[in-house]
């Protein structure tokens, strides 16, 4: 009886261990932290962006809106809403790669946080990587908390046990908090495509992603801080020091350490810290008269899409949300998305809306552009259906004409941004794509704004995108094949093949022919 006691108390901590390897099973080893959540909109009126923003409304309760595309003037205004916020710094973000701007903003917020400023700062977990130390440190700081959101458990540390337990926990870890959030004081927030790394700000001279943010002004601000306290008071939001924790004074070490960085490359990048350095002097000055007023709302993914196994079926997705207003739409539809695979979207029916007369502009990469070429595995079978049914589609060229100022042409370029025109009169900007991993598997985060004049304006973006000498106009010839025209040293010219290297149309085959569409 003894020798089976011990046999079943084995078998159950056998299984007790199994269970926390298990994905979708987390259980926490230490104290849950506790919740918080953003200022109220009294705080929020009595601080020195409140006051700027309400008085510099013409309607009282409406948003000012600004589109940014230069990545340079995106990270500038980032970084000057740190500057002159008082009371709280809320970031959210995807991807987190060390360099130049993420290095910038580090700094950026441990001098908030020596103001007094409450920096929240949640990062999905995917790319945490080999930072976590260095995040550690920031985290030491009494006024700044690190969250992750849906971590690998164990393993951590080294780059082959995070592979292992990605695949063993594939089916919870393949799920990502895909949002991205800069919100100063409750008063003004930024939303978008944009990732915190150089190539999301025109700071990598081999790369550039092509992207679009959104700053918001006033009311519907307090609806993007509702959605980061949802995400950051949910149960796969685990503080930093639950993996990794720092001496109570690291963040000092910290600060020295990027001060030295910081100068040195600083001092090599003339040409982008001058930039910056001419933007910052301007960009506060300016905004008063860039801003456009009007009605927005936020829409986005319940953090409890990322809990349920196979696709999601509970309330609060994003999805139905845009469903809604692509349901509205009557004369035209323009889209600008970095990834478009036009299956599995659910209530986004592309073809339904070309039955209904609707005019479809659709911008994407080209194969030769995308950073993910599986990606156009997916999409590239639905390109002859689409355009036979009255689709317009251009994709972008992965070296089209720099559309920055003062600063150099990246090497190569892929188009990130996540925008849609509906009729002449509204505007949908965030982080959802239109392919199925943002429909089902990732979490979302956008804005959705009643605007003629936003419309035109992301329309005349678009416009300039569509030019010959940066993107491919997709067509069919007179025998039912696809066809690329463009212009290149100034001559037009039609392709007969998908533009890209062989590696590129391999990866693209694979996924085709496995059919990777559904989870791309």
């Keep these: ?149 849906n971590p690998i458990l164990y393993g951590r540390r080294h780059i082959a046990t995070r592979r ?26 930024i939303t978008g495509g944009r990732n915190l790394s150089d190539d999301y700000f025109s700071a990598d001279a081999d790369h550039e992603f092509a992207d679009l943010d ?38 000092q070490a910290l600060r020295d350490t990027l001060k030295q960085q910081l100068d040195q490359e600083l001092r090599e990048r003339v040409d982008y810290s001058g930039a910056l350095d001419q933007l910052n002097s301007h960009a506060f000055d ?24 196979g696709r999601p079926v509970h309330e609060r997705l994003l999805i139905d949300e845009i469903a809604v207003e692509f349901s509205r739409i009557k004369q035209r539809l323009f889209a600008i998305s970095g990834y478009f695979v036009p299956r599995q979207l659910k209530c986004l029916d592309i073809s339904a809306l070309l039955q209904r007369d609707v005019e479809v502009t659709v911008v994407t990469n080209a194969l030769e552009a995308t950073d993910v070429a599986l990606v156009h595995g997916g999409y590239a ?65 956008a804005l959705v704004v009643e605007s003629t004049e936003l419309n035109q304006r992301l329309c005349e973006l678009g416009s300039a995108v569509l030019a010959p000498e940066r993107s491919y106009r997709v067509t069919l010839d007179a025998d039912n094949k696809l066809q690329w025209f463009t212009r290149k040293e100034g001559r037009d010219c039609i392709l007969a093949r998908d533009p890209g290297s062989r590696w590129r149309h391999l990866q693209a085959w694979v996924s085709a022919k496995v059919h990777l569409y559904s989870l791309l």
């Excluded at 007790?16 to 080893?29: A, C, H």
């Excluded at 993420?102 to 946080?113: E, F, G, K, P, T």
């Excluded at 292992?164 to 927030?189: E, F, S, T, Y």
């Excluded at 600063?407 to 959802?432: C, E």
């Design 1 to 149: 009886m003894v020798a089976l006691a011990k046999m079943r108390k084995a078998a159950k901590s056998g299984r007790q261990r199994l269970l926390r390897l298990w994905p979708g099973t987390d259980r926490p080893r230490r104290q849950t932290p506790p919740p918080s959540h953003a200022l109220s909109e009294i705080a929020t009126a009595a601080t020195p962006l409140g006051h700027w923003t309400d008085s510099r409304s013409p309607h009282g309760a409406d948003t000012g809106f600004m589109l940014m595309t230069r990545g340079a003037e995106a990270f500038a205004l980032r970084a000057e809403l740190a500057q002159r916020s008082t009371q709280t710094l809320d970031i959210q973000t995807y991807i987190f790669e060390d360099g130049l701007t993420s290095r910038l903003l580090l700094d950026h917020m441990l001098v908030a946080a020596q103001r007094g400023v409450r920096v929240r700062f949640l990062i999905d977990d995917l790319t945490i990587g080999d930072q976590q130390t260095m995040l550690a440190a920031l985290n030491s700081h009494p006024n700044i908390e690190v969250r992750v959101f």
């Design 164 to 189: 292992i337990m990605l695949v063993l926990g594939c089916v919870r870890l393949h799920r990502r908090m895909h949002n991205k959030l800069w919100i100063a004081d409750n008063a003004m927030g």
């Design 214 to 251: 959104i700053l918001a002004a006033g009311q519907t601000v307090s609806s993007l801080s509702q959605s980061f306290d949802d995400y950051w008071n949910h149960t796969l939001a685990k503080s930093l020091a639950w993996f990794e924790s720092a001496a109570h004074d690291a963040w």
């Design 286 to 309: 300016e905004l008063a008269q860039r801003l456009c007023w009007a009605k927005g709302r936020v829409v986005w993914d319940s953090p409890d899409k990322l809990m349920t196994w």
């Design 381 to 445: 079978p639905c390109r002859v259906p689409l355009l036979s049914e009255g689709i317009q589609l251009h994709e972008l060229r992965s070296q089209p004409a720099s559309m920055r100022r003062r600063l150099p042409q990246a090497r190569s370029t892929s188009l990130h941004a996540k925008a849609i025109a509906l009729d002449n009169d509204r505007v949908i900007i965030g982080s959802f794509n239109l392919d199925p991993r943002s429909v089902w598997w990732n979490s979302e985060v």
